[in-house]
């Protein structure tokens, strides 16, 4: 069994590859008469698509997508939704002298160990290409929860931080690295010019924050709301941490430094911080649903570094093409389209055991 789908009522399965002729999903499970369009998906893809400053990597795909079934006369049926977006701007030859050795720090050998055979072409099912049918897929999920806001945002490249005190909102459209402080924009700018002239690439750390998640969604134990959101993360090309709130930081402080204190309010608790990141025991506790991702170098970079070929003989590898070097500012979008669909499921899923009612008092 190949594990290609994610999600327990709002499923989603991926398909294709990185250079094969198109790329697709299927939303299963997503509710009726919900009015959607192909103009709902495509600004979300446009965040993400390639090709749109020199930071990222120049294969240029419009990335357009096209709605086949799930939907008539602009209402979902209630039937699985299927997405495509084809390819074109693949450049297979690129990836030639990589047919018979591996890529170090990518799948290469892993898939090749696990299958016997591999589609060296973009890393073929392990490219990063797949996440535009994440991405679609988050857009359609919003639309299960339009009362969450979710924002991503990029904290740190190459071990440069943003500074707190200099976050706005407004600075994320306006600048290529989806960051918050324009300080910190112009530092990465000549980061990230310098990696790519030595042929090499850096690290990232995305932030994402939902608020307006109503209290009592997730589940105990095996469904945990924070559990699903880091599984749903670490399944991101590039993934190699994530951390719920506080995260590691929490093991540094005391129990009355981590706990987030409650007073009487209006409308349920006041909270006085935030350490836990909005979830209590697995379950949503009304306040602000916090991740942060970490996302490593690109591996494929012109820098030789040394590996082996198939038969085991020793190689040096540098990898042609066209790479993002940092993968983590396209991952943005990505990192916001899985928490949507995360918090989407976990409502279909709340819903479902409670029923409305709790949902309302939620």
Not at 9 to 20: A, F, M, N, P, Q
Not at 219 to 245: Q, T
Request: hydrophobic share 35%; net charge negative.
């Amino acid at each position: 069994m190949s594990v290609n789908t994610f999600g327990h009522l709002l499923r989603v399965t991926t398909w294709g590859e990185s250079h094969g002729p198109a790329i697709g999903c299927v939303v299963d499970g997503c509710p009726p008469q919900i009015a959607l369009s192909e103009s709902d998906i495509q600004p979300f893809l446009d965040a993400r698509r390639p090709g749109q400053s020199r930071h990222t990597t120049q294969r240029r795909e419009p990335d357009e997508v096209r709605i086949l079934s799930g939907v008539f006369e602009g209402r979902t049926t209630g039937t699985p939704i299927s997405l495509m977006i084809e390819n074109v701007d693949q450049r297979s030859k690129d990836y030639s002298e990589i047919a018979n050795a591996y890529r170090p720090g990518h799948a290469d050998y892993t898939y090749d160990a696990k299958y016997g055979f591999r589609d060296y072409r973009g890393g073929g099912r392990s490219s990063a290409r797949e996440t535009a049918m994440r991405v679609a897929a988050g857009a359609v999920a919003r639309l299960v929860v339009p009362q969450v806001s979710i924002l991503a945002y990029v904290a740190e490249i190459g071990g440069d931080r943003i500074d707190p005190a200099n976050f706005d909102a407004g600075q994320i459209a306006q600048n290529p690295f989806w960051c918050p402080d324009a300080e910190a924009a112009k530092r990465w700018e000549a980061l990230l010019d310098d990696a790519r002239k030595a042929g090499s690439s850096l690290g990232a750390v995305v932030e994402c924050v939902a608020t307006d998640v109503p209290a009592g969604w997730g589940a105990p134990l095996y469904a945990k709301l924070d559990a699903e959101l880091a599984a749903a993360m670490m399944s991101i090309n590039a993934v190699k941490g994530v951390e719920i709130g506080d995260g590691f930081h929490a093991a540094r402080l005391t129990g009355e430094q981590n706990a987030d204190p409650m007073s009487p309010g209006d409308d349920g608790p006041q909270f006085a911080a935030n350490h836990a990141g909005g979830i209590a025991g697995g379950i949503a506790t009304g306040q602000p649903v916090t991740c942060r991702v970490a996302f490593k170098p690109t591996s494929s970079i012109l820098t030789p570094v040394e590996s082996i070929t198939r038969d085991g003989e020793a190689t040096e590898v540098r990898t042609k093409g066209r790479h993002d070097p940092c993968v983590g500012i396209r991952g943005t979008p990505v990192v916001e389209a899985m928490m949507t669909c995360v918090l989407a499921d976990q409502f279909l899923l709340h819903r479902a055991q409670c029923g409305s009612a709790s949902t309302d008092r939620a």
